[in-house]
């Protein structure tokens, strides 16, 4: 696993999506991992507050790293999150995700998104299915 893990850190560091996103990848484990990303004057909607996609980004860059860490490719077949709290501009999220099932069909993630102090902002739920 940590040949898996190590190959994961270092395609982390040069992924345009991060990047342009602002995310970092903290820790990273077999089925494990944390991301943080700081909120962006950029990301706010009409409301004032960030945009719903934004905090989805982040919870999805950690589901992607915990299930790609297994040792097989996954892909995602779905994502669900519930949004329970409104974050504004400079807030830092912290998403953690951590596999729950791991199958040779179909492999089952929990993802809380939270801000520094602990306080959840979203909580997801998603479902990969391996490749190899």
Known sequence: MTDNIDKLKELGKNEPIASFLGMSLIE????FARVEMRM???????????????ITA???QAFA?????LGTTNVASQLNIHFIAAVKENDKLI?????VKRGRRVCISEIKVT?????VIALASGTTIPLG
């Open 28 to 31: 990273l484990s077999d089925g």
């Open 40 to 54: 962006k004057p950029e990301y706010i909607n009409f409301n004032g507050t960030i945009f719903g996609g934004i």
């Open 58 to 60: 982040v919870a999805d």
């Open 65 to 69: 790293y915990a299930t790609n860490s």
């Open 95 to 99: 998403a953690e995700c951590m596999v």
């Open 115 to 119: 801000d520094p102090e602990g306080k």
